[in-house]
């Protein structure tokens, strides 16, 4: 790239702003998260033991680390899936020629706006064993009266529901751009070879959507295993036992509440590796996305 | 592209029953706000608007200092959203105008690996650095660190490369330095991209829960989201969901009044060409 405006220091100092937060309050924090994980610490943080990798060996053989992981995969598992499949089901509805289809676009994309919190606080009032809407549907519909502050799974459910629902919006916003990006000749041209609507969706637009859906499904992951905490704070607080304790809920209690320093330390370099994986799938795609392109 | 009208009748029916659905949480919580504590603990519920609104809005506002709360979310959210715009402009200027400096792949992979390190990863250490500081109970702690922005230097960077490069050589002729160039030019040219930053940075942040919890202790310095932990703690028996959802919807007033102000920019200057 050539320059525009030869200048040797600029450049330089117009970066470093960016660059300091970025060292202070990201990079260096991380790499001391490291560090930590390696270590036992006395709950002052006055005395560091070296245990090498048995924080490790500990957290992976530790059976409450374990349901915390399995129940986070089924919480982030069901945001991607259920979440992307109906958001994208509503970004193509919300996408074809309709009267009133900027209504229906609006009415889809604010709850990107609501916080997980809120979700959770409007869940906990949806789901009230004795007052809740969903509990009276539920009750008249099969004549039990279900309390997710004492069943576990319908908890893990109910949250896993509300996070979900939270979700949709920001979905639907990407789906709608990534749709609208589909040449609309490439769909005139499949419809004159005769492929009816299901096979137009699947034959053409989904693969070119798949750039989009990717996207979302990194999203959507990241969201699930790092964005939820408050959901779960005011909602379960990670019951009922323990059923909800989703991996960032269990970093936060061992690392906040126990003080268990470096094994929190431990707990965050596993969701690092998460996140690792997360960027390589993404390099690895946006390099084949060409291909589309 | 031509639907059929059995088509077209079968999107309606869907999209609206799907918009019902979605929406009935939200209307549910704004009906309950309006209950007598009586009407909200009832069962079968109720779902008629009652006439307790500001009663419910008055009892949320002096339980839970919700001013005060209002007031601490507004500031650091309108702050973090500044201070990425302006953060993030600076380094997308000096990743697209001054050619191939030296260390610039580097830095700029810097930046972006803010993407790779949410607050888990690194909250133990993120924390005591900012104890050391002195910073606890500090908007400091809730601004400063929140301040680089990946997706708006890239967001920048990539609408800079769109710029017709003839810009800033007349500019040069015209004997204007790079930062008048930024200023004058580039900032106004902007104005899509940076109101779209704006909705999203504001948003992210309004909604922030975890790093609030942890940095701050004093009711004073508390953000809206703790507010509602707050109001549902306070509950030892049955919830008082009438106030509680009064505080609810305060909480998510202001994020949904920027959304629906600025979806248009939104969409035009940033998911559209998100995932390209």
């Known amino acids: 790239m050539e320059s525009r405006f030869p200048n040797r220091l600029l450049p330089y100092l117009l970066v470093l702003p960016s660059l300091v937060v970025v060292l202070v309050f990201l990079i260096v924090p991380s790499i001391q998260s490291f560090y930590l994980s390696l270590f036992r610490v006395s709950p002052f943080g006055n005395v560091l033991i070296f245990k090498g990798l048995r924080n490790f060996v500990t957290l992976l053989g530790d059976p409450a680390y374990l349901n915390s992981l399995i129940r986070s995969f089924f919480f982030t598992g069901f945001i991607v899936v259920v979440g992307l499949s109906v958001s994208l089901g509503l970004a193509v509805l919300a996408n074809l020629p309709l009267a009133g289809v900027d209504i229906y676009r609006t009415a889809l994309i604010w709850p990107f706006a609501l916080s997980p919190a809120v979700a959770g606080t409007i869940w906990a009032l949806l789901v009230d064993p004795s007052t809740g809407p969903i509990t009276y549907l539920v009750e008249r519909a099969t004549g039990m009266r279900i309390n997710w502050m004492t069943n576990g799974d319908l908890a893990l459910l109910i949250v896993t529901a509300a996070a979900t629902w939270k979700m949709l919006g920001y979905n639907v916003i990407f789906f709608l751009a990534g749709l609208q990006n589909v040449p609309k000749e490439l769909l005139e041209a499949a419809h004159m070879d005769g492929a009816g609507t299901f096979q137009r969706f699947w034959k053409v637009t989904f693969p070119l959507l798949s750039p989009t859906t990717f996207f979302l499904f990194i999203m959507n992951s990241l969201y699930g295993f790092f964005e939820v905490f408050g959901l779960i704070d005011v909602m379960t607080q990670g019951g009922p036992g323990k059923a909800t304790d989703i991996l960032v809920y269990k970093l936060y209690e061992d690392g906040f509440v126990n003080f268990r320093t470096g094994y929190a330390s431990a707990q965050s370099i596993v969701l690092f590796v998460f996140v690792a994986i997360l960027t390589i799938l993404q390099f690895r795609f946006a390099g084949r996305k060409v291909f589309y392109r | ?276």
């Open chain 2, 1 to 276: 592209m031509q639907i059929t009208r059995t088509q077209r009748a079968l999107a309606h029916i869907t999209l609206t029953v799907s918009i019902l659905l979605i929406v009935f949480p939200v209307v549910f919580a704004l009906v309950t706000s309006t209950h007598s504590f009586q009407e909200s603990f009832s069962f079968p519920p109720k779902f008629h608007v009652g006439s307790h609104l500001l009663d419910n809005y008055r009892a949320a506002w002096e339980r839970v200092h919700m001013g005060r709360l209002l007031f601490n979310s507004t500031l650091i959210s309108v702050a973090v959203a500044a201070g990425k715009i302006v953060l993030s402009i600076l380094a997308a200027f000096a990743f697209t105008y001054f050619g191939e400096f030296r260390g610039k792949a580097t830095l700029f992979i810097l930046i972006l690996i803010t993407h790779m390190l949410p607050l888990p990863i690194r909250i133990v250490p993120t924390f005591e650095l900012v104890e050391d500081f002195g910073w606890m109970n500090t908007y400091y702690a809730l601004t400063i660190p929140f301040f680089a922005s990946a997706t708006g230097t890239l967001l920048f960077r990539q609408f800079f490369l769109t710029v017709p490069n003839d810009l800033a050589d007349a500019a040069r002729m015209d004997g204007a330095g790079p930062m008048k160039f930024l200023w004058k030019v580039l900032v106004p040219l902007s104005k899509t991209n940076m109101l779209a930053l704006f909705m999203i940075e504001f948003i992210y942040m309004w909604n922030q829960y975890l790093w609030p919890l942890i940095v701050t202790q004093s009711n004073d310095m508390r953000v809206v989201q703790i507010g509602l932990k707050m109001l549902l703690a306070g509950e030892e028996q049955a919830a008082e969901w009438n106030v509680i959802m009064a505080g609810t919807i305060l909480a998510m007033l202001p994020p949904l009044i920027i959304l629906l102000i600025l979806q248009g920019s939104f969409v035009k200057g940033f998911a559209m060409r998100q995932e390209k």
